[in-house]
């Protein structure tokens, strides 16, 4: 028995409508398989396409001034790195002002058990429910009696198993977060081709009307990392200050929670609001009012002048239209949804633009 193959004499065939009904079932089924089999990552995927996206022109940049060797490894590897820190550092310290925190709170528990705990005079300078405040602490947690029968309501067991859910959540977020690191560390290092495969793939599915819908979307990634990313920092860093000179309690802890608060429009008013509320609360009313008008005017000037201009000047996108897609998007996507909201409102914008268009009119 012979398998050598044996010579075409029928030339080439041409494919028939069946068989390019058959070639596109295979192709979607294909994809469907792939997107299942994915799934689980997915979101890391979009993630690293994020990062990659937003800092791709920096990453150019420094290629440009430093061309990089033989293997490509050192210059993707220094921007990845630099990725994974500025996520890795606040989360360490955080961690570490939780777990002194923690124990403060263990210490604080045991000696209520004991000796019970007096009213604090903070509640005495609040200025609403300052009276009910005061009359619950003193029937819950004065007396060691009652102190111990409220701690036993707490009921240990549940929250040792939210404990170990919790620690199981951790443990996928971090594996997604490093998937998304090595995810990130390749796009970086073969970015150019899969560029490049993307503008051939988008014409030959597309045409032209695809590359400029993706250059859209990629244009909308930079004004929202450039409107909720630097902004929200922005606004961290001068609210952290106030903080501190308006002697809120932890500044920078509550400037960080500003910071990652203000990357979603109006949110930093919760961070102020309860910082302010702290102020007030140890005394200081003159100041928590001061610190909650000054941060009301940061925000309002980030939220309605910075930010519309850093946004919606990347893609000439409306701001009601960047306001839809950052709110619609964290709604239906969670925080993936801050840059996947802009994108897809931008592409939509985009496609009304030219269907509505004069004819002979070209897009802008």
């Known amino acids: 028995m012979s398998f050598e193959s044996t010579p075409d004499r029928t030339g080439p065939i041409d494919p ?7 070639r596109g079932i295979l192709v979607l089924l294909l994809v469907l398989l792939g997107l299942f089999t994915l799934q689980d990552f997915l979101i890391s995927l979009a993630w690293a396409a994020v990062f990659a996206i937003a800092i791709w022109p920096l990453f150019r940049r420094a290629k440009r001034r430093w061309p990089p060797g033989k293997h490509n490894l050192l210059m993707p590897l220094v921007f990845t790195s630099a990725v994974a820190l500025i996520f890795v550092v606040p989360l360490l310290l955080i961690g570490i002002e939780a777990a002194r925190e923690a124990q403060g709170v263990l210490v604080w528990v045991d000696h209520a058990r004991q000796s019970g705990v007096p009213v604090p005079p903070a509640l005495e300078h609040l200025p609403v429910g300052s009276e009910a405040a005061t009359n619950w602490w003193r029937q819950h947690l004065t007396d060691p009696g009652d102190a111990n029968t409220l701690f036993r309501q707490l009921k240990p067991a549940r929250s040792v198993a939210m404990t170990r859910q919790l620690g199981s959540q951790v443990a996928h977020r971090v594996t997604l977060f490093a998937f998304t690191i090595i995810t990130l560390f390749f796009l970086f290092r073969e970015g150019e081709d899969v560029t490049a495969q993307m503008l051939v793939a988008s014409r030959r599915a597309f045409g032209e009307r695809g590359e400029r819908i993706g250059r859209q979307m990629i244009a909308s990634v930079h004004g929202t990392v450039d409107g909720l ?53 140890s005394g200081s009313a003159a100041f928590g009012i001061a610190l909650f008008a000054f941060g009301m005017v940061v925000i309002f000037v980030s939220d309605h002048f910075i930010r519309p201009v850093l946004i919606g000047g990347a893609t000439k996108l409306p701001f009601l239209w960047v306001l839809l897609g950052i709110l619609g998007g964290v709604e239906s996507w969670g925080l993936l949804g801050l840059f996947l909201g802009p994108a897809i409102m931008a592409a939509l914008i985009l496609l009304w633009r030219e269907w509505t268009a004069p004819a002979g009119s070209k897009s802008a």
Request: glycine letters at 12%.
């Open 16 to 22: 028939t409508r069946s068989q390019q009904v058959a």
């Open 229 to 281: 990313v630097l902004v929200g920092l922005g606004e961290g860093v001068i609210l952290g200050g106030a903080y501190a000179i308006a002697g809120a309690p932890h500044p920078t802890l509550f400037g960080v929670l500003t910071a990652v608060a203000a990357m979603i429009p109006f949110c930093a008013v919760i961070a102020v609001a309860l910082a302010s509320l702290l102020v007030v609360a």
